[in-house]
């Protein structure tokens, strides 16, 4: 099993910073894709940014310049740092990972639980 945790959501004023994390565990033999989505309540689900294993990265338009994500291969964490955070960012953030569980084995996409993040106008 795989499991992934997110943790450093919460509520800030416009303009304020937060900064996501999201730990997998369990039966890791390689992470490839490490990312963030988000999804507003009347909204899908969109991705936010990811992270490829060499460091490639992608951010969605509406985010970039004002969030940042990294990761620590040595503990298999994912960060989201999120500046210059605006109400429209308010959403559950979703962490997402693409998993090897054997040498030979295929990749899964696995998903944490979900963050709240709430900034306030």
């Known amino acids: 099993q795989v499991r992934l945790v997110e943790s450093g959501g919460g509520l800030v004023q416009a303009g304020g910073s937060l900064r996501l994390s999201c730990a997998a565990s369990?039966?890791?033999?390689?992470?490839?894709?490490m990312g963030w989505y988000r999804q507003a309540p009347g909204n899908e689900r969109e991705p936010v940014a990811g992270?490829?294993?060499?460091?490639?990265?992608n951010y969605a338009d509406s985010v970039k310049g004002r969030f940042t994500v990294s990761r620590d291969d040595a503990n298999n964490t994912a960060y989201l740092q999120m500046n210059s955070l605006k109400p429209e960012d308010t959403a559950v953030y979703y962490c997402?990972?693409?998993?090897?569980?054997?040498?030979?084995?295929?990749?899964?996409?696995?998903w944490g639980q979900g963050t709240q993040v709430t900034v306030s106008s």
């Open positions: 992270i490829i294993i060499g460091r490639s990265t």
């Open positions: 997402a990972a693409d998993v090897r569980r054997a040498r030979y084995g295929g990749f899964s996409r696995y």
């Open positions: 369990g039966s890791i033999f390689s992470i490839n894709f």
